[in-house]
T-cell receptor, first 114, second 114 residues
Framework: GQSLEQPSEVTAVEGAIVQINCTYQTSGFYGLSWYQQHDGGAPTFLSY????GLEETGRFSSFLSRSDSYGYLLLQELQMKDSASYFCAVRSGYSGAGSYQLTFGKGTKLSVIP | EAGVVQSPRYKIIEKKQPVAFWCNPI?????LYWYRQNLGQGPELLIR????????DSQLPKDRFSAERLKGVDSTLKIQPAELGDSAVYLCASSPTPGGPEQFFGPGTRLTVL
């Protein structure tokens, strides 16, 4: 089976930096995706890491350590609009079968306060 | 580019009644997914289509759920009969590559079973 662990809630101050961690256990691991979902909205793709290291996209960065089965999403210069739920999702499968799937964590609810 | 379209946005039904959800994916996206998202949880895959073929329906409760994707474009998910535990948001997503890390989600249908 597959399992993902991420904190259920995080609160941070506007303008600050926050890190949301994700640990996973899976077979056939290919990479780790991050999605953002505002209340009542659709999940939207933020980033994907297939290799170890840091990927930066504007104010958001994502990190992966395959040996530690661990990743995180880093949000800098927090804005009120960043208040949302953030999901890590493991991409797994077998290249021989040409089939991959995303398994989502339970999400971390980020509250940004003034 | 138009996003993933779903209808209806909200549906309230009595238990044991049937219900259907419709999804039109992004043009050119051959892969279509149906997810169920319970409150405070991440999306859980119900079924994945490659064109008109259901390639992963292992998580679909086949006694009451059915899905179709005629002509490999839009798709319908049906529940008959609905149970109280089916109350959730049903999300449709599409991706340009099979099992790709970036999936594009629709706004979802919020189902309430009374």
């Amino acid at each position: 089976g597959q399992s993902l662990e991420q904190p259920s809630e995080v609160t941070a101050v506007e303008g600050a930096i926050v890190q949301i961690n994700c640990t996973y256990q899976t077979s056939g691991f290919y990479g780790l995706s991050w999605y953002q979902q505002h209340d009542g909205g659709a999940p939207t793709f933020l980033s994907y890491n297939a290799l170890d290291g840091l990927e930066e996209t504007g104010r958001f960065s994502s990190f992966l350590s395959r040996s530690d089965s661990y990743g995180y999403l880093l949000l800098q210069e927090l804005q009120m609009k960043d208040s949302a739920s953030y999901f890590c999702a493991v991409r797994s499968g077998y290249s021989g079968a040409g089939s991959y799937q995303l398994t989502f964590g339970k999400g971390t609810k980020l509250s940004v306060i003034p | 580019e138009a996003g993933v379209v779903q209808s209806p946005r909200y549906k309230i039904i009595e238990k044991k009644q049937p219900v259907a959800f419709w999804c039109n994916p992004i043009s050119g996206h051959n892969t279509l997914y149906w997810y169920r998202q319970n409150l405070g949880q991440g999306p859980e895959l119900l079924i994945r289509y490659e064109n008109e073929e259901a390639v992963d329906d292992s998580q679909l409760p086949k006694d009451r759920f059915s899905a179709e994707r005629l002509k490999g474009v839009d798709s319908t998910l049906k529940i008959q009969p609905a149970e109280l535990g089916d109350s959730a948001v049903y999300l449709c997503a599409s991706s340009p590559t099979p099992g790709g890390p970036e999936q594009f989600f629709g706004p979802g249908t919020r189902l309430t079973v009374l």
